[in-house]
């Protein structure tokens, strides 16, 4: 199955995610959705929030040129919002999904769209 299987059918096919992404843990993206615009740069500073969250916290996380406010973090996952919507990243051993979310969908309905998918992965070693 291709990377951009995962993003087509299983993220934006779930119907709580708008836009999506997965990339490696260098910042390198496999698949996006066509409206997914964060570029590699954007997604490595993403990747080193979950490293070191001070930076975000203070000056937030852009995704194609859209600040975010860093909401909240775990070690495997970052959330962040923009009015009503948000995204949701969360990283394997091997690669990086974000989802990006707009209203009426919740953080916690899109993060259980993204989980399915690395729960997943995790499972096959990535």
């Not at 059918?9 to 119907?15: I, N, R, V």
């Not at 570029?39 to 916290?57: N, R, V, Y």
Request: glycine share 8%; aromatic share 12%.
């Amino acid at each position: 199955m291709s990377w951009q299987v995962y993003v087509d059918q299983h993220l934006l096919g779930s119907g709580k995610v708008k836009d999506a992404a997965i990339a490696s843990l260098q910042g390198n993206i496999w698949a996006r959705s066509a409206g997914f615009q964060a570029s590699t740069e954007e997604l490595k500073k993403l990747i080193a929030t979950f490293h070191q969250t001070k930076e975000a916290a203070q000056n937030g996380i852009f995704l194609g040129n859209k600040k975010y406010f860093f909401l909240r973090s775990t070690e495997d996952t970052i959330y962040g919002k923009l009015g009503d919507d948000g995204f949701v990243a969360m990283q394997t051993n091997m690669c990086l999904i974000i989802a990006i979310f707009t209203k009426p969908v919740s953080a916690a309905e899109c993060a259980t769209a993204v989980g399915r998918i690395v729960d997943y992965l995790k499972s096959a070693g990535y």
